[in-house]
């Protein structure tokens, strides 16, 4: 990888946590790594391994693609083409909810599907 690719990488690492109004030390507790880690990518010191690539893309729910090919549009894993509300009003929502809210949906989105149904199943209950 270029370090002109490095840096893009690096701004949009940036620019999604921005987007998404939280610190550099909520995204690396999220990914089990310490600030100063984190914030080697950020700055283009350094590039994240492919494990920690797949964490972002499910954290920020971008593909890997955009986050290491120089591309301007930030395509979103699950997103409806033909839906109204574009990525930016996604991201404003999400800026909406409490700080505990947000560590609980970025945290939800790196288990597993299994992990996933046993954590929703109490939730699915009809009484």
Do not use: W
């Amino acid at each position: 990888m270029t370090v002109e690719n490095n840096m893009s990488m690096a701004n949009k690492l940036r620019k999604l946590r921005k987007d998404f109004c939280m610190t550099q030390d909520q995204i690396a507790d999220i990914l089990g790594m310490s600030r100063t880690s984190f914030s080697k990518y950020e700055n283009g010191a350094a590039n994240p391994p492919l494990n920690v690539l797949r964490k972002i893309s499910a954290i920020y729910n971008v593909p890997i693609e955009y986050l290491i090919h120089d591309e301007q549009n930030k395509p979103f894993l699950n997103s409806d083409p033909d839906a109204d509300d574009s990525a930016d009003e996604s991201a404003k929502y999400f800026t909406q909810l409490t700080d505990e809210e947000k560590m609980l949906i970025l945290r939800f989105r790196l288990l597993s599907k299994e992990d996933k149904d046993d954590f929703l199943r109490p939730l699915n209950t009809e009484d």
